[in-house]
């Protein structure tokens, strides 16, 4: 992905402004407040700031999946690398970077997913939340380093 078009996706999320969401208790030091740990009746949600967060981030795939075609049309007039060692290297390097980012573009889907259920089910506890986002963390573990690295040449 160009820098330019990186600078680009980011200035579109920017305006569309962020999620945010409010917490609020009573102070545990206060009369009526809440000791510490303990779950206060007064905490706040707003569900249009989760689904709001999801939708943004869910919105990241169509700017990958540009930027998949535009590196795939870069790579087109290759050809057969065979015999050329810049040209095999830069094959070696477009094909991780295409698997790279369709990684990248499944998370965004899967995570903005997670954020906009989350929005119209908060009846999940905490502990369900972070067992989805776990697994999100187990299936998109990033990619070891590929380039620089002999292969037993």
């Known amino acids: 992905m160009a820098w330019d078009e990186w600078e680009q996706i980011k200035t579109e999320a920017a305006a569309r402004g962020s999620a945010r969401t409010d917490l609020e208790q009573l102070p545990s030091d206060e009369p009526g407040g809440t000791p510490a740990g303990a779950v206060s009746g007064e905490l706040r949600s707003d569900k249009r700031a989760w689904v709001t967060a999801g939708e943004g981030v869910t919105g990241l795939k169509s700017g990958i999946g540009k930027a998949l075609t535009t590196l795939e049309e870069g790579q087109a007039g290759l050809g057969d690398p065979a015999g ?5 290297a830069q094959k070696e390097l ?3 970077w295409k698997k790279y980012a369709g990684e990248v573009r499944r998370r965004c889907e899967a995570l903005g997913g997670l954020l906009e259920r989350a929005g119209h089910d908060l009846s999940k506890s905490d502990a369900a939340v972070k067992e989805e986002l776990d697994g999100l963390t187990a299936r998109y573990r990033d990619t070891a380093p590929v380039g620089g690295q002999t292969k037993g040449k």
């Open 84 to 88: 050329c060692r810049s040209a095999a």
């Open 94 to 96: 477009y094909e991780s």
